[in-house]
């Protein structure tokens, strides 16, 4: 697995990483045994840039890592996110807070739930809009000086929003959701994160499963998984939807390879400076995943692409009204 630049603050992380928030919530059942397993084969495989979330269980998903990275902490590229605030005893209330207090005090409870003396990316998961960005970022770059960060990140986020904050302190990276089906970073995004030096993480680069073709209807969905409630997956939103998955079947077949590899093979070829996350919590997927590592897109390969996924293609919003109020802000 090849590793590069992780932005222009000295970091690195291997050009694919791994998603870990499923492993605790939102897709199904946990499976603690199944998780480990998968994360430690991860390790193995080279997938060595992991990605999770305070939020994510909550709570749950930072210790859960912690189990693993005891050894080889000094090769993960280690990155978690501060902002949305759930309580454990009713995870469906949800807060945000970017208060530089909040800043430090979170960041404390994530080192110590994973067990570690740094934190390599630490991003603020959304912006809080009772406070300006300039000021979190100022907070997360006293946590630099403080050697207790490497580099500071934000999460879904506007250009405008990321040239504040990097005018403050230096941004590494910038995750968003990106993939066939969510391409709404190429509205100046990912251009002004190449211009400032600074990484792009894609979450969700198979559309949150979609794109896999493992999910035909919508029973293949598990009771508890968060997709039964997502825009994208209701009624006739998923049947419109799936005629996009056959279309990347049909190109995946004629290249050999699954359509999980095809799509991200896609985000991939769209720039050196983005790094795909795909989350799993089975062996079988990840080692799916590394091997789209070694599908090679020609320029007619991606044209067609860009013809039967264009910009805006997908039926239905990312997140419901609420979610999508706190995205690309």
Not at 99 to 109: G, L, Q, T, W
Not at 164 to 186: F, G, M, N
Request: hydrophobic share 35%.
């Amino acid at each position: 697995m090849k590793t590069k630049a992780l932005g222009n603050q000295g970091l690195t992380a291997s050009e694919l990483g791994l998603g870990c928030m499923g492993m605790s919530e939102f897709y199904g059942a946990r499976d603690d045994e199944n998780s480990l397993k998968t994360l430690r084969h991860a390790y193995e495989l080279g997938v060595t840039f992991w990605d999770t979330a305070d939020m994510y269980g909550p709570f749950h998903n930072e210790e859960l890592l912690s189990k693993v990275l005891k050894g080889i902490r000094n090769n993960i590229t280690l990155a978690t996110k501060f902002g949305i605030q759930r309580d454990p005893n009713d995870p469906t209330k949800r807060g945000i807070s970017g208060k530089p207090d909040y800043v430090f005090s979170a960041c404390e409870a994530s080192l110590k739930r994973l067990q570690v003396d740094v934190i390599d990316l630490y991003y603020l998961h959304r912006q809080d809009p009772a406070t300006p960005i300039e000021v979190t970022a100022e907070a997360m770059g006293q946590l630099v000086k403080q050697g207790k960060v490497r580099g500071i990140g934000l999460s879904e986020v506007s250009a405008d929003t990321l040239r504040k904050a990097h005018a403050v302190h230096p941004i590494t990276a910038v995750q968003s959701e990106y993939s066939l089906w969510s391409r709404d970073p190429e509205d100046g995004l990912l251009e002004t994160c190449k211009e400032l030096g600074v990484a792009f993480v894609a979450y969700s680069p198979l559309g949150r499963g979609f794109l896999t073709g493992q999910i035909k209807k919508f029973e293949d969905l598990a009771e508890d998984d968060y997709r039964r409630v997502s825009p994208r997956f209701q009624g006739e939103n998923f049947d419109k939807n799936l005629q996009l998955v056959f279309k990347i079947e049909e190109l995946a077949k004629e290249k050999g390879c699954k359509p999980s590899q095809l799509a991200l093979a896609w985000v991939m070829a769209q720039g050196d400076h983005i790094f795909p996350i795909p989350g799993t919590k089975q062996i079988k997927y990840l080692e799916e995943n590394v091997a789209a590592l070694d599908v090679h897109l020609s320029k007619a390969d991606l044209d067609t692409l860009d013809e039967i996924a264009p910009k805006g293609i997908a039926v239905g919003g990312r997140y419901n009204d609420a979610g999508m109020k706190i995205v690309n802000q």
